[in-house]
């Protein structure tokens, strides 16, 4: 995945870029930083540029990646939203449905925990905690479904 923005500051044009694959880029103007996750399951990353008095902060989630200016994402408009705000427990769900998920049914419930854990951290950003939970109990059964499916064409 590559992602492309463009951010002018004091008439100067400086050219931001997002890489993804087997290891993460930021190019900007030509300069190469590499970026590490923080989070062990999902691809987690706020990374802060500067220009003078323009801060910028790459934020990348999973697939998706955006930039805010000032405070405002040039993707979708809405405010930033820094990435430590997320409450620790949903790094718990994340853990639970990932870890569990591939304990419980294997690699397809792990990758079914990691597309939904996704969504945890998105919803909690927006504030949206009934989400979250709902969303947990939804890939809590979607695993246990898969499981029992598993095992009865097993036996």
Known sequence: MKKKWEVEVDGITHEIEYK??????????GELNKLKSSNWFINVID????????????VVLGAKADLAVNGTFLGSN???EPISNVPSWI????????LGGMFFAGLLA?????????????????KKNGVVI???????????ILAFGIASLLY
């Open 110 to 126: 792990l990758l079914i925990g990691l597309a939904m854990s996704m969504l945890y951290v998105q919803f909690a950003l927006q």
């Open 91 to 98: 790094w718990v769900l994340v853990g639970i449905s990932t």
């Open 20 to 29: 993804a694959g087997f290891g993460k880029k930021l190019i900007i103007d």
């Open 78 to 80: 809405k405010p930033y």
């Open 134 to 144: 709902g969303s947990f109990i939804g890939c809590c059964l979607l695993q246990v």
């Open 47 to 58: 990374y802060e540029i500067t220009f003078n008095n323009t801060v910028c902060q790459l």
